[in-house]
């Protein structure tokens, strides 16, 4: 059941009131208590499964059922946490083998095994290993899984495939020698194991192998072949079709297409500029699944927004469906259906189902479960605007992409000759995307009169390889020109004050916004959420994941030593003009704390306005409500300090160093 969230007396004439100070429903505490998030899902028999993340519950991930009675209950008791660390991202936490759920817990990284109403209880033994990204050997009775070994602390950790004997855990190496692997998937007739392999300082999207081997009388694997792939070609999500046929997605051609491979050859399914992927950040993620041998259920993006289509693989014929949607992850088929998680410009994150027939006769949207609780009322949603704007990297002029969320909250309006505040947003990654989905945290801005851009800028995801790799060697430069250049055309059209400029970002964007304001003129202040601010440091003291990533994205280390220091924000914070906040989890191993500290330090000793928050028990991301709720007032109350708006509620305040307290009018 749902609730309307929206103004009682929106009838009324909007009040005068100054960009920034509108009173919106949309609080700090509805924003981090709100809403869960929705991930993995995972078919068993008449079953279907995800995975909730709850911030109410100290940002815990909970396994849930739906049975083919339409009962949904959790699955996974507290304090279990369904959660791997592998690749510190994580995903592909869990499988359900004939109602077993099997799943890594977070806390000491074991897998266990619980069957529904009872207590989970350990299949391997406590160790420095880590599993992820599940197979289930039925004629095997074990898990093929990907599996990182941190045991030696004089190396870094070593990633395999292995496999997990159901009976008694035992465990086993299968396949070895390269840097990184995933994506072990067993073929339906269970004789051939497919993967992706890639070595550093490749990252997954830059390029990766796809290989097939056969499993020997004793299960282990035979001679593997090279199937495609390559340094500069990517590979993402290998499945094998109910008749046995490989399929892939690669971005040979310049955008992540379909693939299959078929009598030795390789051919494309339908040759498309979009990608039928997403970057392979996180495991378990899947954008095709088959309705049957010969029909795909896929989704795919185009200018950063997503679509659901079948294709009839004899004919290669792509049929587009038309959904209300512009979101769509974690695709599965099963029973008739397409099942995925799905969400709009005006709607929130859902567990989506919707019937497919034999035919291809599209059936009627179910919702099996919401993301949240409440539905906002039309009159307070900003909806996105994609844009496009002129960029220059060098010599070279270009374009940028974005969407634009204009202030919007139907009781107020600004005093006439006004612009609002703009916050530009810089997403992670780098190699990532923005997304239309509708998020409160955004809203939470434009209720109060705060316009946003979110900037897709050379290097995201979504709009093929050569835009994806425009970043290649000029991090901290090209995304920073397409941030403010982003900023510039929406004063230039009047959508924002020249004077009252943000940036915000978190991780990656966290750099990206540490460099914009201290190598460029342009922002006025800024909000650094767990940013990199020195090269260098990140490139000495990250996981092993992204531990070469910066060889792309800056060049190599130590050879380019003077571009890192060059572009580390923490060595010319003289340069720094504006004032910052900063804003940490003190358990971060992807940036850790002291990026953040080094930056408190180099602004305090300028004497700007400067404020840090850190945060116990939180990793890369706050996960728990009460911290997102403190993070996310705090920013609201720094910006009103700093630009002299008076807040419409009342936040607790924050210690700003070097500005003394006034009250906003």
């Known amino acids: 059941m749902t609730r309307k969230i929206g103004i009682a007396d929106k009838m009324k004439s909007p009040q005068v009131a100054n960009f920034g100070s509108w009173h919106s429903p949309f609080s700090a505490a ?22 909730e993340m709850r911030p109410s519950e100290g940002g815990r991930n909970v396994v849930v059922r739906q049975q083919a009675d339409e009962t949904v209950a959790d699955i996974t008791p507290s304090p279990f946490n369904v959660r791997t660390r592998v690749h510190e991202y994580g995903g592909g936490a869990f499988t359900v083998v004939d109602g077993q759920v099997y799943f890594a817990n977070f806390a000491d990284q074991r897998l266990y095994r619980q069957h529904a109403g009872n207590a989970p209880q350990p ?42 004997s159901l009976g008694e855990g035992v465990e086993r190496i299968l396949v070895a020698g390269s840097d990184f692997y995933s994506s072990p ?30 499993f020997d009388d004793n299960g282990n694997i035979g001679s593997p072949e090279h199937i495609a792939g390559g340094l500069s070609e990517a590979i993402v999500q290998p499945e094998w079709s109910p008749d046995g046929v490989l399929h892939f997605v690669s971005d ?20 498309m500029q979009a990608d039928f992927a997403a970057a392979h950040w996180v495991f378990g993620l899947s954008t095709y699944a088959f309705l049957a041998s010969q029909r795909l259920i896929c989704a795919y993006t185009t200018r950063g927004s997503w679509r ?54 599209i059936g009627e949207i179910e919702i099996l479960q919401r993301s949240n609780s409440f539905t906002p009322d039309a009159d307070l949603i900003s909806a996105p605007q994609a844009i496009e704007f002129a960029t220059r990297h060098g010599r070279k002029q270009l374009t940028a992409h974005g969407f634009f969320y204009a202030p919007k909250n139907s009781r107020f309006r600004a005093p006439e000759g006004t612009r609002p505040p703009l916050i530009v947003i810089s997403h992670g990654g780098p190699t990532a995307a923005t997304s239309t989905a509708l998020n409160l945290k955004t809203q939470y801005w434009t209720s109060r009169g705060i316009a946003v851009l979110d900037v897709n800028y050379s290097g995201s995801t979504g709009y093929g390889r050569a835009y994806r790799e425009r970043l290649k060697g000029g991090w901290g430069v090209i995304d920073v020109d397409d941030c403010v250049a982003g900023a510039h055309y929406l004063v230039e ?109 180099a602004v305090r000793a300028k004497g700007l306005p400067v404020a ?34 008076a807040l419409a509620e009342t936040i607790e305040p924050i210690a700003i160093e070097n500005l003394p307290l006034r009250n906003p009018a």
């Not at 599993?131 to 070994?149: G, N, P």
């Not at 945060?615 to 009103?640: C, D, I, T």
């Open 308 to 361: 659901l289509a079948t294709i009839d693989t004899p004919n290669q014929e792509l049929t587009d469906i038309r959904l209300p949607y512009s979101e769509i992850s974690f695709l599965r088929a099963h029973r008739g259906a397409a099942v995925f998680i799905a969400a709009s410009p005006t709607e929130a994150s859902s567990v989506v189902r919707l019937p497919i027939d034999r035919a291809g006769k």
């Open 493 to 601: 059209r009047g959508e924002a004050d020249r004077d009252k400029l943000i940036i915000r970002g978190a991780s990656a964007g966290g750099y990206t916004t540490l460099c914009a304001l201290t190598f460029r003129d342009v922002f006025k202040a800024g909000a650094s959420y767990y940013g990199v601010s020195d090269l260098e440091a990140l490139d000495l003291d990250t996981h092993k994941f992204e531990s070469r990533y910066t060889a792309s994205l800056v060049g190599p280390y130590p050879e380019m030593r003077a571009t890192y220091v060059e572009r580390s924000p923490v060595h010319f914070a003289s340069q720094l003009s504006c004032p910052i906040i900063l804003l940490q989890g003190l358990e971060d191993k992807i940036v850790p704390p002291n990026q953040a500290e080094k930056m408190l330090d």
């Open 185 to 214: 998937r067993l073929s339906p007739d269970h004789r051939r194991l497919a993967w992706l392999s890639w070595h550093h300082p490749n990252m997954p999207w830059d390029g990766c192998e796809l290989w097939v081997a056969e």
């Open 252 to 271: 040979r051609s310049g955008f992540w297409n379909l693939y299959r491979r078929l009598d030795e050859n390789v051919e494309s399914l339908c040759p």
């Open 123 to 164: 299949l391997t033994a406590a160790s420095a290993r880590r599993y992820a990204d599940f197979a289930y050997d039925a004629a095997r009775e074990r898990l093929i899984c990907v599996r990182e070994d941190h045991s030696d602390s004089s190396r870094e950790a070593v990633n395999t495939i292995a496999c997990v």
């Open 612 to 645: 840090y928050i850190a945060f116990e028990g939180e990793q890369h991301g706050f996960r728990r409500a009460e911290n997102v709720k403190r993070a996310l007032e705090a920013e609201l109350y720094f910006y009103a300090q700093i630009f002299g708006f």
């Open 30 to 51: 509805m924003v981090a208590f709100g809403a869960n998030s929705l991930g993995q899902v995972i078919t068993d028999g008449d079953d279907l499964y995800w995975v």
